[in-house]
């Protein structure tokens, strides 16, 4: 019986723990902000959600604007890393970038 758990000891030494913080991805939106110029495909939805989950469906969208009032997708095909001069106040949107997959 001590073999056995001294076995266990030893394979768990070995075994790389993950943290919650390395699997656990998070994005922020920025509110009063949108991308401008780069609107590929326009969507109404019922709530926000709903954009990132269209977003992550499309391998063209890399980043999206959300118009607050209208219930509304603007899907992207780029970020503001890739076009910071395009990044632009607006009141009336945010913005958010894709996490999954996305490219420059």
Do not use: H
Not at 50 to 57: A, F, G, M, S
Not at 65 to 84: D, F, M, S, W
């Amino acid at each position: 019986m001590p073999w056995t758990y001294l076995l266990l000891y030893i394979l768990a030494s070995f075994t790389p723990f993950v943290t919650a913080g390395a699997q656990c991805k998070t994005e922020v939106s920025i509110p009063g902000m949108a991308l401008d110029g780069f609107v590929f495909k326009v969507i109404s939805v019922t709530a926000p959600r709903q954009c990132d989950i269209r977003c992550e469906r499309e391998i063209k969208c890399q980043s999206f604007n959300y118009v607050i009032g209208e219930k509304v997708c603007e899907l992207n095909n780029r970020t503001k890393e890739a076009r910071p001069l395009n990044f632009r106040a607006d009141p009336t949107r945010f913005y958010m970038r894709r996490f999954v997959g996305r490219g420059m």
